[in-house]
């Protein structure tokens, strides 16, 4: 997945910039196990005193709690934690419309990417099948590559069709409390 989640704009330092300014650690705690709930807490209290400091301390506190929110969240998914990431990076196309789907209740402009890509991607590889068909009687290695690529598609189907009926990410609990992962 593009980072998104451990990114200075994903969700999570999100939620932990909204809990410093309101000083309530609740805003930020659904992003992370009932388990680790006790580190983000202790983290918490003792970054919010820092940040009246100084600038400088409430940059250095904050960051500290973004790290440890995000590396909890991370290891939930069982993900390295690799840092937080700067704002503004490439999440590809189909999270902002997820966001946007989310903000205005309506699935349809996901959908309608989904189902262009989908096409696209269905009909390509059907074209490669029928294009290698023509050839497949010659010889072996040509009736392998028609094989290959008919299976192929099949394979690519079949596994679209799981993903489609896969469970949302919070029913995925294995019992380790991951809710999502990130390949």
């Known amino acids: 997945?593009?980072?998104?989640?451990?990114?200075?704009?994903?969700?999570v330092v999100t939620a932990a910039r909204?809990?410093?300014?309101?000083?309530?650690?609740?805003?930020v705690l659904p992003f992370v196990p009932e388990?680790?709930?006790?580190?983000?807490?202790?983290?918490?209290?003792?970054?919010?005193?820092?940040r009246g400091l100084s600038e400088e301390a409430r940059e250095v506190a904050d960051r500290l709690f973004f790290e440890t929110v995000?590396?909890?969240?991370?290891?939930?998914?069982?993900?390295?934690?690799?840092?937080?990431?700067?704002?503004?990076?490439d999440v590809g196309p189909v999270i902002p419309l997820t966001e946007r789907a989310?903000?205005?209740?309506?699935?349809?402009?996901?959908?309608?990417?989904?189902?262009?890509v989908l096409h696209d991607e269905l009909t390509h590889r059907l074209h490669k099948v029928n294009t290698l068909s023509a050839a497949k009687?010659?010889?072996?290695?040509?009736?392998?590559?028609?094989?290959e690529a008919m299976l192929g598609f099949?394979?690519?189907?079949?596994?679209?069709?799981?993903?489609?009926?896969?469970?949302?990410?919070?029913e995925q609990d294995d019992g380790e409390n991951r809710g999502h992962t990130h390949v």
């Open 1 to 11: 997945m593009p980072p998104h989640c451990d990114s200075l704009d994903g969700p």
């Open 18 to 27: 909204q809990a410093l300014e309101a000083g309530d650690v609740d805003l």
């Open 35 to 50: 388990r680790w709930e006790d580190d983000v807490r202790a983290a918490f209290d003792s970054v919010l005193p820092v």
């Open 70 to 89: 995000v590396r909890i969240h991370r290891a939930a998914e069982g993900a390295p934690f690799t840092g937080v990431k700067p704002a503004g990076l």
């Open 102 to 116: 989310i903000t205005t209740g309506s699935p349809e402009p996901v959908a309608e990417f989904l189902t262009r």
């Open 137 to 147: 009687g010659r010889s072996v290695a040509d009736g392998r590559e028609w094989v």
């Open 154 to 170: 099949q394979v690519y189907s079949h596994h679209l069709l799981q993903a489609m009926h896969a469970p949302a990410h919070a």
